[in-house]
């Protein structure tokens, strides 16, 4: 059973451009959640999607969007990119009905904006 | 809302001392507690977590953790330190109710040193 699978592990994007992260959730699991964690920081949640819409937003700016397909698949998208988006860019997935929640994290993305 | 305080951005022990790392948090509901361990260029690891059962949770490669409410405390503890522990470890809440379900505030994180 695969866990949380992230794509691509690492990419270079140049200042200004746009990038799309994607996340496909553990089996079972609904709901999808993205983190950035920039260097020697702790994650920071940046929105939660549940049935195809955002259902909570961290503090980001609207340069952040994101999208849940059927599927339950995810993606992140980050517009005109500041280098200060270069980070570690975590999914969690859980399913929302359980009790005690259960989240599990992908390996994450490696975004470098030079 | 919720929030995590860790104090002590570094910690270092010896090999074969007790590993003490101190979580904080604050918590308009009950809370869900986690501590998550990353090592480098990697992603996080589930080491425990505390959902309002057993106060005293146990996790992973040794490492246990109290929930203290009186406290607000959650403290992740292990009897003995490996060199495999060296790592960054976070501790996490989260609400197990309302508007912020399934979000998780993670603490600043700390970086544990063992030395031989």
């Known amino acids: 059973d695969a866990g949380v699978t992230q794509s691509p592990t690492h990419l270079i994007k140049t200042r200004g451009q746009q990038v799309t992260l994607r996340c496909s959730p553990k089996?079972?699991?609904?709901?999808v959640s993205w983190y950035q964690q920039a260097l020697g920081q702790g994650p920071q949640f940046i929105f939660q999607?549940?049935?195809?819409?955002?259902?909570q937003r961290g503090n980001f700016p609207d340069r952040f969007s994101g999208h849940q397909f059927p599927n339950y698949s995810s993606e992140l998208n980050v517009n005109a990119l500041l280098l200060g988006d270069s980070a570690l860019y975590l999914c969690?997935?859980?399913?929302?009905?359980?009790?005690?929640?259960?989240?599990?994290f992908g390996s994450g993305t490696r975004l470098t904006v030079v | 809302a919720q929030s995590v305080t860790q104090l002590g951005s570094h910690v270092s022990v010896s090999e074969g001392a007790l590993v003490l790392l101190r979580c904080n948090y604050s918590?308009?509901?009950?809370?869900?507690l986690f501590w998550y361990v990353q090592y480098p260029n990697q992603g996080l690891q589930l080491l425990l977590k505390?959902?309002?059962?057993?106060?005293l949770v146990k996790g992973i490669n040794g490492f246990e953790a109290e929930f203290k409410k009186s406290e607000t405390s959650f403290h992740l503890t292990k009897p003995s330190a490996h060199m495999s522990d060296a790592a960054e470890y976070f501790c996490?809440?989260?609400?197990?109710?309302?508007?912020?379900?399934?979000?998780?505030?993670f603490g600043r994180g700390t970086q544990l040193t063992v030395w031989p």
């Open positions: 969690a997935s859980s399913w929302r009905q359980s009790r005690p929640l259960a989240i599990t």
């Open positions: 505390y959902t309002s059962a057993a106060t």
């Open positions: 089996s079972g699991h609904d709901t």
């Open positions: 999607y549940y049935e195809e819409e955002e259902r």
């Open positions: 918590s308009s509901v009950p809370p869900y």
């Open positions: 996490a809440v989260s609400a197990d109710r309302g508007s912020t379900l399934g979000r998780l505030y």
